[in-house]
């Protein structure tokens, strides 16, 4: 729960810097940051999913 927390708050924050980037005209910043997102995503529900797999065995 507090991993699912602590990538909920990084992903705002990248979210905000996500439209800053894209209010001030930086295309290629934002696009980075759009990656960013995604791979934080991604890692937390591999987490989740490796955390599950574990209590099943």
Same mark, same amino acid.
């Given at each position: 729960?507090?991993?699912?927390?602590?990538?909920?708050?990084?992903?705002?924050?990248?979210?905000? #810097?996500?439209?800053? &980037?894209?209010?001030?005209?930086?295309?290629? %910043? *934002? !696009?980075?940051?759009?990656? #960013?997102?995604?791979? &934080?995503?991604?890692?937390?529900?591999?987490? %989740? *999913? !490796?955390?599950?797999?574990?209590?099943?065995?």
């Amino acid at each position: 729960m507090f991993r699912e927390n602590k990538t909920r708050v990084l992903v705002e924050k990248i979210d905000d #810097a996500i439209e800053q &980037a894209e209010d001030l005209g930086l295309a290629f %910043v *934002a !696009g980075i940051l759009m990656m #960013a997102r995604l791979e &934080a995503v991604q890692t937390d529900q591999l987490a %989740v *999913a !490796g955390g599950k797999n574990r209590q099943l065995s």
